[in-house]
Structure formats: C-alpha cells, structure tokens
C-alpha cells in the first residue's frame, strides 16, 4: 500500500519559515517526480512546486518563486518543501504528490500527472 504523509505545517507569523516533509512508503519515487500543492479555503486546488528526477529538476509557480525550495532525499524516499519569508496568502492546507514517472515541462505542474497523494497538512500564517 502506497503512503504519502506529510507533516511540520502549523502556525507561523507572516515573514517566518516552516520546513514540509513528505514521506513515501511502499513505493520508491527515486525515479519519478514528487510534487506539492495547495489549497486555501473556498478556492482550487493548486500547483507550488515541483521536482522530477530527470536531472532534479525543479518548478515553481510564480508566486512562491525565490522563497520556496523543493528538495528530496531518495535515500529516505522522502520530498521536502523549505518556505521562507511566508506571508498570509501562502496560508492553505498543503498537498504532497507524486509519480513514479520523471515529469517535464507543464506535466509536472498538473495534478492529473501524479498518481499518490498524500491527506495534506495545514499551514496558517498569521499577518
């Protein structure tokens, strides 16, 4: 049975750093790509970042760009997502993804490409 479960959401003031973790079990993803998104109340689901084994490459959407880093550790089967500088708007529960397939291109920002997914967790920051 394929996991994904996420945790280190919680609360933090606008301007501080939380670090996500997401760990896989029962499948390997050291080839594949591994995804976060989010979703804040009464709005979609939407893509924050991305990183696909070819080559480690990563994605970002706009907004998060220069303050979010995706990194994984295949080692441990297990994706994180560094978020810095956080303000209010980046509050939402996040999602982690992920495909045994690498991703490329615009596939690795749409969630009809990845095949698990975790419950999410809630991060709230407060303004």
């Known amino acids: 049975q394929v996991q994904l479960v996420e945790s280190g959401g919680g609360l933090v003031q606008a301007g501080g750093s939380l670090r996500l973790s997401c760990a896989a079990s029962g499948v390997t993803?050291?080839?594949?790509?591994?995804?976060?998104?989010?979703?804040?109340?009464?709005?979609?689901?939407?893509?924050?970042a991305a990183i696909s084994r070819s080559v480690d490459r990563t994605y970002y959407t706009d907004s998060v760009s220069g303050r979010f880093t995706i990194s994984r550790d295949s080692a441990k089967n297990t994706v994180y997502l560094q978020m810095n500088s956080l303000k209010f708007e980046d509050t939402a529960v996040y999602y982690c993804a992920a495909v045994r397939l690498s991703c490329s291109g615009n596939g690795c920002y749409r969630q009809s490409y990845y095949d698990y997914w975790g419950q999410g967790t809630q991060v709230t920051v407060s303004s």
């Open 29 to 48: 993803f050291s080839n594949g790509a591994m995804a976060w998104f989010r979703q804040a109340a009464g709005k979609e689901r939407e893509f924050v």
